[in-house]
């Protein structure tokens, strides 16, 4: 018999093959030969998965045809670049608490009623109906909240009951439901005991909790001698009680995960370390260390923080009641965007600068750093900024909202950020401003002028390495990641934003109180 080579094989079975393969080894098949490139070009569903890998993101399951799915996906993405949104409207007062998130869909505030009210958010124009409900809570007691639709998790921080044995009671519920949740190895995890720092814990500690997969994580700020900050690390489902609590002697201004083993953290310094879960019967290690631009004499950073772009979050497994469908759509996890947002003080002046750059630069930059300097020290050489900031980031100062009150930090999403236009509406009252969506999806940008785009709206900044030295910096800063900005025609008022993979939740602030209002997109 014969042998016959791949391109001689039916369609059907060339379909088959050809299924398993991701988007980036789809187009590298299609530019193999002709047969194979009509087979991939034919084929609405490897268009799909190629239009998956194009505009970075993932699907949920849809019954409904590849060409239907792929119209969506088109019809999704263009919302976005045009800021074209379905629908606004406003959360009752009643949803309204200084403690508010929205994650997969699925709206979260606390207040001052011993509950904590959850909301899933509409999707598309059909109805405005909220489906909420209430997870009881004791409100003199909580401290923080947190949870993840992906996994039917909620996590309430509450105050000890015995505050000279361990500072926080952490509640693994079940999101749905408020019980106990089933997969949680133990149901109430006890943090900051005293055999942990060596004294008892003031009360007025600063807390904050986050979910990353298996890992609970909760950072403490000024808990220890000399003012220490603290983290602490479960895995909340393992049998065998794995935790572990670092100290740091510097201090720390904020953290985020980067990927499911590594997370970052920034201190005081201006200093990035990047560290490692590389093996569960040990804490975290160091893997890196990164600096940031060095200032001008008496200039110091004074504020350090990293954005935290939530991970697919997909919604609730277990819904109460029906809902309308959520959107389908969500960014990819195999890269997202991480925005660095500084305070620099000069004469008791503050300025604020935000350093965008991709997670996968970052992780590349381990990698860097090891060869260059093999396992960092404690007061070891750190990757000089000039080594990898120009090449790898891009900058912008930041939007001043009012005279004397904080700056808008950027909200992020996949590799979107939105933040208001700076009007220059200086020491006036909160005035209503444009958003700008910027998209640094670098598919996008890289073959921007190709799309097939009569109606999009906005601009493509191409990056490009500079030598330009800004003050108070001392060193070039990055204008390396191109990306396309949009610009809202309507107003908003707002002092911060949320943003998930159909929605931007903004949040005004005033002595009446707070509004939030929802744009779905």
């Not at 709206?107 to 124009?125: L, N």
């Not at 909760?218 to 808990?223: A, F, P, Q, R, T």
């Not at 603290?230 to 980067?258: A, E, P, R, T």
């Not at 997202?336 to 503050?350: A, K, P, T």
Request: charged content about 20%; aromatic content about 10%; glycine content about 6%.
């Amino acid at each position: 018999m014969r042998a016959i080579t791949l391109v001689q094989l039916p369609p059907e079975l060339l379909f088959l093959i050809l299924v398993p393969l991701g988007a980036h080894d789809l187009v590298r098949v299609r530019k193999t030969c002709k047969t194979l490139k009509e087979t991939v070009d034919h084929s609405e569903m490897l268009q799909y998965v190629i239009d998956l890998g194009y505009f970075q993101m993932e699907a949920s399951e849809m019954d409904v045809p590849p060409a239907t799915r792929r119209e969506r996906l088109r019809q999704h993405d263009a919302a976005w670049q045009r800021f074209e949104y379905k629908q606004k409207y406003t959360l009752p007062a009643v949803m309204v608490g200084p403690l508010s998130d929205i994650l997969g869909g699925v709206y979260g505030s606390a207040g001052s009623k011993d509950c904590i009210i959850f909301a899933c958010m509409p999707f598309g124009t059909d109805s405005n109906d909220l489906h909420s409900w209430n997870c009881p809570v004791d409100a003199t007691t909580l401290m923080d909240f947190t949870f993840c639709p992906a996994q039917d998790l909620l996590v309430v921080v509450a105050l000890s009951p015995d505050s000279l044995t361990y500072a926080y009671d952490i509640h693994l519920r079940s999101l749905t439901t408020n019980d106990a949740h089933p997969d949680a190895a133990q149901p109430i995890l006890k943090a900051l005991d005293t055999d942990t720092i060596g004294h008892a814990i003031p009360q007025s500690t600063s807390a904050e909790v986050h979910i990353m997969g298996s890992y609970v994580i909760m950072l403490l700020w000024n808990v220890v001698v000399k003012e220490r900050d603290c983290m602490q690390m479960w895995d909340w489902k393992s049998k065998n009680g794995y935790q572990f609590s670092l100290l740091f002697n510097d201090g720390i201004h904020d953290w985020s995960f980067i990927a499911e083993d590594q997370f970052l953290v920034l201190d005081i310094h201006g200093i990035m370390e990047i560290y490692s879960i590389a093996d569960k019967s040990k804490p975290p290690r160091c893997t890196a260390k990164l600096s940031l631009p060095s200032l001008m004499d008496h200039f110091s950073y004074t504020e350090v923080s990293v954005g935290k772009n939530v991970t697919s979050g997909s919604m609730l497994s277990h819904p109460r009641r029906s809902y309308q469908p959520p959107c389908p759509f969500h960014p990819s996890t195999s890269d997202q965007l991480i925005v660095i947002h500084v305070g620099v003080e000069f004469r008791n002046e503050l300025f604020r600068y935000s350093f965008f750059t991709l997670r996968s630069a970052i992780l590349e930059l381990e990698s860097l750093f090891y060869r260059t300097y093999g396992q960092p020290t404690l007061n070891g050489p750190k990757l000089l900024w000039s080594m990898w900031g120009p090449r790898y980031t891009t900058w912008f100062r930041a939007t001043k909202l009012r005279k004397n009150d904080m700056d808008w930090v950027s909200s992020l999403y996949g590799f979107r950020a939105v933040d208001p236009l700076d009007n220059s509406a200086s020491g006036a009252p909160l005035e209503p401003r444009r958003l700008r969506i910027r998209n640094f999806n670098p598919h996008i940008a890289r073959h921007y002028h190709a799309q097939d785009k009569p109606d999009y709206r906005g601009r493509l900044v191409q990056g490009e390495l500079t030598n330009t030295i800004s003050r108070p910096f001392t060193e070039p800063l990055g204008s390396a990641l191109p990306y396309h900005e949009i610009v809202s025609e309507g107003l908003f008022y707002a002092d911060t934003a949320h943003m998930d993979e159909s929605r931007i939740m903004l949040v005004k602030r005033d002595r009446g109180g707070q509004k939030i209002d929802i744009l779905v997109f």
